[in-house]
C-alpha cells in the first residue's frame, strides 16, 4: 500500500525518504503489492468464466512488475515488436501474447509472426492483405474502429475518426481478404480509448463488438481493450469496476449462449500500475516571481518533464505529497517544476504543498503508468532508477542510466 501514517509516505512498509536516500533522487518506486490487488480486483469484478487479461505493458514494461503479473496468469497487450519480444523473453506464454500495432511494417510482422510466434492483431486492410501474402493459412486477429472514442485528453481518444483499427465498413473486404489468403479470424479487437472512468463507453464499444463477432464463425476470442481509468485526484470520480465487470460478462455471456463460447480479453494498462507507483524528486530550488502584481512560486525539482510528461503533454494532474512532511498544513501554493529548458516543465501546476525547502524530498503520486515508460533523454538527461517494493524487499529493478548509457550507441 502507498500511505501516509503520520508525517511519512510509506511504499509497503518503507519510508519514501529512505528510499531516496538509499536510490539517490529522482527515482521510480512500485509497489509490488498495489499490482497484485489491482489485477486481482479487475479479474474478481469481471465474473466472465473464460477471461485474459491482457495487461497492456506500453504502460509500465519494468521487468519486476511483469514478472509479478506474469506469475498471476496475465497475459500481455504488445503494441511493439520490442515488447512482444520482451515478453516472451521473461516466459508470457507465446499464447497469451497479443500484438497490437499501428503503421506495422512487413518486417515487423515477420519478426513477430515469424520469428516469435505471436498473434498478429492487424490494425487496417493494407495490413492484412500484407500478411496474408507473408503467412497465408494461419491465424490473425483484427482491430476494429467502431467509430467512437473515450479517454482523458482527446490525445487518448482511439476509436472514431482516428489513424486505428478497421471501420465496421470495410469488414466485407477484410472476409474477402481472409477467404483469398485462407487466414483464420480468431480475435477480434477494439481499444476506444484510455483513462475512462465511466463504465457506459466500455459496455457500448462491447456490445458493438459483439453484435461484428457474430459474423465470424472461427472467433475464439472477443477483446474489448483497455482503458481502465483511475482517479488522480479527490475531484475525480473513480470507475465502477465492478458494475463495469459485472455487466460486461453478462454481455459476453448472452453472445455465447447464442453463438457459441468466445474467450474475453481486456487489456488494462494504467488501471493495475497507475496507482502502483511514485515518483520520488528533490526540491533543488525555491524562487518567487512577481511580475505587473501576479505572484508565483517556483518549486524546482531534479525530475522534469523528460521523467513524467503526462502533465506537460495531457496536462494531467498528479497529486503531489512531501514525503517527510504529508500531514503538514499545504499553505503553500506553487508550481512543482523541473530541470528541463521548457517552460512546459512543469510537474504539478498549481500544487497545495507545505512549506518546502531545498532537500526536501516529493512525492508524485500515481506515477506508475506511463511514467518510466513514456520517459525520454531530453536535454541529454538520464532516466532515474526505477525500485520495486514487494512481499517485504526492496529491490533496484533498472539503475540509473548514465553518460556513458547516453552515448552508448553513437558512432565517434
Ligand atoms: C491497444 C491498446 N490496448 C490497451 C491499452 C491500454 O490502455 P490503458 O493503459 O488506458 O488501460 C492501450 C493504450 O493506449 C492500447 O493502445
Redesign the pocket.
Given at each position: 500500500m502507498i500511505e501516509v501514517v503520520g508525517s511519512h509516505l510509506y511504499v509497503g512498509s518503507v519510508r519514501a525518504d529512505r528510499i531516496a536516500e538509499a536510490y539517490g533522487t529522482p527515482v521510480y518506486v512500485y509497489d509490488g503489492e498495489v499490482v497484485e490487488e489491482n489485477y486481482l480486483r479487475l479479474r474478481r469484478a469481471i465474473g466472465y468464466r473464460d477471461l485474459e487479461i491482457m495487461y497492456?505493458c506500453?504502460?509500465n514494461s519494468n521487468v519486476g512488475v511483469l514478472r509479478i503479473l506474469r506469475d498471476l496468469g496475465s497475459g500481455l497487450?504488445a503494441?511493439s515488436p520490442w515488447e512482444a519480444l520482451l515478453g516472451v523473453e521473461l516466459g508470457f506464454p507465446r499464447e497469451r501474447i497479443l500484438f497490437?500495432g499501428t503503421s506495422v511494417s512487413d518486417e515487423e510482422m515477420r519478426f513477430v509472426r515469424g520469428e516469435l510466434g505471436v498473434l498478429v492483431n492487424v490494425d487496417s486492410l493494407s495490413q492484412l492483405r500484407r500478411y496474408g501474402r507473408l503467412f497465408p493459412e494461419t491465424e490473425v486477429s483484427v482491430r476494429v474502429n467502431l467509430g467512437f472514442g473515450a479517454g482523458h485528453h482527446r490525445y487518448a481518444v482511439?476509436g472514431g475518426l482516428s489513424k486505428f483499427g478497421v471501420p465496421p465498413g470495410q469488414l466485407g473486404a477484410v472476409g474477402d481478404a481472409l477467404r483469398e489468403h485462407g487466414l483464420r479470424l480468431v480475435g477480434l479487437h477494439t481499444?476506444i480509448g484510455?483513462?475512462i472512468l465511466d463504465a457506459e463507453p466500455f459496455l457500448e464499444a462491447a456490445r458493438r463488438l459483439l453484435e461484428l463477432a457474430s459474423r465470424f464463425p472461427d472467433l475464439e476470442f472477443v477483446d474489448v481493450?483497455?482503458?481502465?481509468g483511475i482517479p488522480y485526484g479527490p475531484s475525480e470520480r473513480p470507475l465502477d469496476v465492478e458494475l463495469l465487470g459485472g455487466e460486461l460478462a453478462k454481455l459476453v455471456e448472452d453472445f455465447a449462449s447464442r453463438y457459441g463460447h468466445v474467450r474475453l480479453r481486456v487489456?488494462?494498462?494504467?488501471?493495475i500500475v497507475g496507482s502502483a507507483g511514485v515518483l520520488l524528486t528533490r526540491v533543488v530550488d525555491v524562487k518567487e516571481v512577481e511580475v505587473g502584481g501576479a505572484r508565483k512560486v517556483f518549486v524546482g525539482v531534479d525530475s522534469g518533464m523528460n521523467h513524467l510528461i503526462r502533465p506537460a503533454l495531457y496536462g494531467a494532474r498528479h497529486e503531489v505529497v512531501a514525503a517527510t512532511k504529508a500531514d503538514w498544513p499545504r499553505v503553500l501554493r506553487a508550481d512543482v517544476v523541473g530541470n528541463i529548458c521548457e517552460s512546459g516543465d512543469v510537474l504539478a501546476a498549481d500544487a497545495e504543498l507545505p512549506e518546502v525547502e531545498e532537500g526536501d524530498v516529493l512525492a508524485i503520486m500515481n506515477a506508475g503508468?506511463y511514467g518510466y515508460s513514456m520517459s525520454s533523454n531530453y536535454n541529454l538527461r538520464p532516466r532515474p532508477p526505477e525500485v520495486l517494493v514487494y512481499r517485504g524487499e526492496t529491490r533496484l529493478t533498472r539503475r540509473r542510466e548514465t553518460f556513458g548509457d547516453l552515448m552508448r550507441t553513437v558512432e565517434l
Open positions: 497492456a506500453k504502460a497487450d503494441v497490437t482511439t481499444h484510455s483513462g481493450g483497455g482503458g481502465f487489456e488494462p494498462g494504467r488501471f503508468a
